[in-house]
Nanobody, 112 residues
């Protein structure tokens, strides 16, 4: 059974930074496209960023230049470094591995 566990969320002021982690049981992240999504209450879940096993990255326009996705295969972990955070980045952030496996989500709140 694959498990994905997100960590690193919390409350941060506008302009601040957070780093989210997605840790997997087993080595699934090495062989799967891993992505971050986010969802605000009452809105659809939206794509944030993804990284392929070969390290090719893709970002939503709303986070380009501010967020960076990376991976550490030795730790079976994918990260999302979020800089210059804005109130509109507030959401529950989810990690996804491949097309079938999702984490439980973690809250990120950007507010003064």
């Amino acid at each position: 059974q694959v498990q994905l566990v997100e960590s690193g969320g919390g409350l941060v002021q506008p302009g601040g930074s957070l780093r989210l982690s997605c840790a997997a049981s087993g080595s699934i992240l090495r062989f799967s496209v891993t992505a971050w999504y986010r969802q605000d209450p009452g809105k659809q879940r939206e794509f944030v960023a993804s990284i392929t096993p070969g390290g090719i990255t893709n970002y939503a326009d709303s986070v380009k230049g501010r967020f960076t996705i990376s991976r550490d295969n030795a730790k079976n972990t994918v990260y999302l470094q979020m800089n210059s955070l804005k109130p509109e980045d507030t959401a529950v952030y989810y990690c996804r591995a491949g097309s079938a496996f999702w984490g439980q989500g973690i809250q990120v709140t950007v507010s003064s």
